[in-house]
Nanobody, 126 residues
């Protein structure tokens, strides 16, 4: 069973920094892309940043120049370094891994699927 576990959220003042981590566990052979999405109260979930296995990245316009996504393929872990945080960055941040190629538990078969973490709260005070 593939699981994504996020960590690093919390409360920070405007202008501060936080670093989120997302570790994928399970019998994983490869992951196409990992990303971070966020959802603020009353708003739709939106993509924040995404990184492919080859290192290509894309960011939401609202975070360009402030956030940096990185990835350790050997550890199946993605990171989101968030600097110059603003109150409008306040949201629950969700990690996503798509194109995960992994063993099906209890079998000898493999499958490809997408997975989400449970979310971590980021609160930026003004």
């Amino acid at each position: 069973q593939v699981q994504l576990v996020e960590s690093g959220g919390g409360l920070v003042q405007a202008g501060g920094s936080l670093r989120l981590s997302c570790a994928a566990s399970g019998r994983i052979f490869s992951i196409n892309a990992m990303g971070w999405h966020r959802q603020a109260p009353g708003k739709q979930r939106e993509l924040v940043a995404r990184i492919t296995s080859g290192g290509s990245t894309n960011y939401a316009d609202s975070v360009k120049g402030r956030f940096t996504i990185s990835r350790d393929n050997a550890k199946n872990t993605a990171y989101l370094q968030m600097n110059s945080l603003k109150p409008e960055d306040t949201a629950v941040y969700y990690c996503n891994a798509d194109g995960v190629f992994a063993m099906v538990p209890g079998t000898l078969s493999v499958k490809q699927d997408d997975y989400w973490g449970q979310g971590t709260q980021v609160t930026v005070s003004s």
